[in-house]
């Protein structure tokens, strides 16, 4: 490039000839090259999490009467936990213990629940043997809702946490996961939504 006022040679970047001062003229095709590469490295430096669509969410629920929820938790406690947490929360993390008793309580109310069905139909007289499975399926059912409940409420404060480096801290607890009522209803299938929309927001990559 030259100077449109004096001629004098330019090197690219410079945003004033150092001859006459007089302003250079703005390159827009540059600029968006540029502002392109710096995107791509920034998405490349985001760490990753899995993008599931809405609809196969639901798919997925639907077909695997909510053992689902299980397989979730599982597959992102890694990638959650290797989140950049802001200086507040550092130490929150997903224990791996509470994500083995969701999954086994789950099963259990699951076989429980067939179990029961098959030995009524077999013994429809004895009701006392009956009423231990009911009471064992209420026990699993019990710490399924305590567990996800605890797991959900865990992971939103993660991706919260998370966000809050890119986002104000008030504007990251309103924009990630703001209703504590979808949490308890829908779960990992809410929280994955959340992830979702961080991912569209550059503040998440999408894993491959």
């Known amino acids: 490039m ?4 004096c001629g004098a040679p330019l090197e ?21 090259e540029k502002a392109k590469r710096e995107r791509k490295r920034k998405i490349e430096n985001l760490p990753q999490m899995k993008y599931v669509p809405g609809a196969m969410l639901a798919v997925l629920y639907v077909f695997t009467a909510g053992l689902y929820a299980v397989y979730w938790y599982a597959m992102r406690m ?3 936990n290797n989140l950049n947490l802001s200086s507040d929360n550092k130490s929150l993390k997903v224990p791996a213990w509470l994500v083995a008793v969701f999954a086994l309580s789950f099963i259990a ?6 179990s029961q069905g098959d030995y009524s139909a077999g013994m429809a007289d004895i009701d006392t043997e009956a009423n231990i499975f009911q009471d064992y ?13 605890w797991l959900a409420f865990k992971v939103r404060a993660i991706l919260q946490s998370y966000a809050a480096n890119y986002l104000d801290r008030t ?16 779960g990992a299938a809410y929280l994955q939504m959340q992830i979702n929309k961080m991912i569209s ?6 894993k491959i």
Request: proline share 6%; charged share 15%.
């Open 109 to 114: 109310m699951f076989m429980l629940s067939n």
């Open 171 to 186: 504007v990251a607890v309103q924009t990630i996961a703001p209703s504590g009522v979808m949490l308890c209803l829908f």
């Open 78 to 80: 890694k990638d959650l």
């Open 12 to 32: 690219q970047g410079m945003e004033r000839c150092p001859y006459c001062g007089t302003l250079v003229p703005v390159d827009e095709k540059l600029l968006e």
């Open 2 to 5: 030259k100077c449109e006022s």
């Open 201 to 206: 927001m550059e503040i998440l990559a999408p």
């Open 137 to 149: 399926f209420n026990y699993a059912l019990a710490v399924v809702i305590l567990t996800s409940g």
